[in-house]
């Protein structure tokens, strides 16, 4: 009986106490057809305080039978980027705002040259956004101008955005840091790397493309320190980065009269020690394939001329972390993480003894598919 009577209890208790508000479990449904989808936010500051630009891509309610879904491009100015979103409401067609899909955020050049600190307490605190979203930096002008301005009728910033982010994942040209990355990277010496882009006239690469219609092509990275803007490392060095990172992807090369594919690479870094720490050498290993000929080639003339130009790279960014004051490829963590005793503190103050230091670089590079093809 008083198995029965516990049985009863609980069966009751499950009934009354199933899901929040009632008891259904859709207390929290939100019709898709009912949202706008926000998917790139911009950053700037105004003289309200901060303004916020925003994109949905093919957002006029997701669901509905409208086969023309212009894009959605609204730029407001407000106090705290807290009430830029609620304002943003007001211009939203009726439809509900939803940050949870949010794929890129963008910082314009006015937050970059003042104050970072605001954007990132920001995404930390607000339950809306994911700290795994990639963070971009506008290299020259405002993210509004950014967003406002890139795409047309049938594409935006958000779409344009993909193309840059998949292109560079799979070329390896750069990397693109997360919040959660660029947060953790701040947190430990107070420099950090963000993925630069900027706006350019979309008939640059496509003669047919609408007048005045802009694209969107990265720019190299944006120097972080202490919250600011600290510098720029332009495209074309970008790829020294990504060798010393290990991120370097599946890059075409030009040497010469032939394009190299490069497959893999490897960097070792490792301290050089005398009487303390005299400096720091880098060994890079770099596996490429000849992808393109023309005419007579020398395998390892292609061979040297790619050394060459990698040693080049990595020895122009080396140069740019020792003018820069700060240590944003956080070689000093990785110093310390091998010599924990020897080097302790060095991931906090390698920037101060960087100047002093030799960094020697090394390029060691094999080439495959380098055969001649006889074909007459």
């Avoid at 307490?121 to 809306?128: F, G, K, L």
């Avoid at 510098?231 to 090369?253: D, Y």
Wanted: aromatic share 6%; hydrophobic share 45%; with cysteine.
């Amino acid at each position: 009986m008083k198995k029965l009577i516990a049985a009863v209890c609980a069966l009751s208790l499950a009934l009354t106490a199933s899901g929040c508000s009632g008891g259904s479990i859709y207390s929290n449904y939100r019709d898709i057809a009912e949202l706008l989808v926000i998917q790139t936010l911009g950053f700037d500051l105004s003289d309200a305080g901060v303004r916020l630009s925003v994109s949905a891509e093919g957002s006029s309610g997701a669901g509905k039978d409208n086969e023309d879904k212009t894009p959605v491009r609204v730029s407001i100015d407000a106090h705290s980027m807290t009430e830029a979103q609620d304002a943003l409401q007001n211009y939203s067609g009726g439809l509900q705002l939803f940050f949870g899909h949010t794929a890129y955020f963008v910082l314009g050049e006015s937050v970059l040259t003042t104050d970072t600190a605001q954007f990132f307490d920001c995404i930390e605190r607000d339950a809306a956004f994911r700290l795994c979203i990639p963070v971009f930096a506008a290299s020259s002008g405002s993210a509004g101008e950014l967003i406002m301005g890139a795409g047309g009728d049938k594409h935006d910033a958000t779409k344009l955005m993909h193309a840059v982010t998949e292109n560079l994942r799979l070329r390896g040209d750069a990397h693109i840091f997360t919040a959660a990355e660029i947060v953790s990277a701040l947190d430990s010496n107070g420099s950090a790397l963000i993925c630069a882009v900027k706006s350019a006239p979309a008939s640059d690469a496509a003669p047919d493309a609408g007048g005045g219609e802009m694209t969107i092509v990265p720019d190299g990275y944006t120097i972080i320190y202490k919250n600011k803007a600290a510098g720029h490392i332009p495209p074309e060095l970008a790829r020294g980065v990504s060798l010393i990172l290990n991120k370097a992807g599946s890059m075409p090369v030009a040497v010469g009269d032939a394009t190299l594919q490069i497959d893999r690479s490897s960097c070792k870094i490792k301290p050089v020690f005398g009487d303390g720490l005299e400096g720091v050498s880098f060994d890079i290993e770099i596996g490429a394939a000849l992808a393109e000929a023309r005419g007579d080639f020398d395998p390892d003339e292609l061979r040297r001329g790619l050394e060459v130009m990698a040693q080049g790279w990595v020895e122009d960014v080396l140069a740019l972390q020792k003018s820069s004051g700060c240590d944003f490829l956080h070689l000093g963590s990785i110093l310390e993480m091998q010599h924990p005793y020897r080097l302790r503190g060095a991931a906090g103050n390698f920037s101060l003894i960087a100047p002093g230091l030799d960094f020697t670089v090394r390029v060691t590079a094999d080439l495959d598919r380098s055969f001649h093809l006889d074909l007459f």
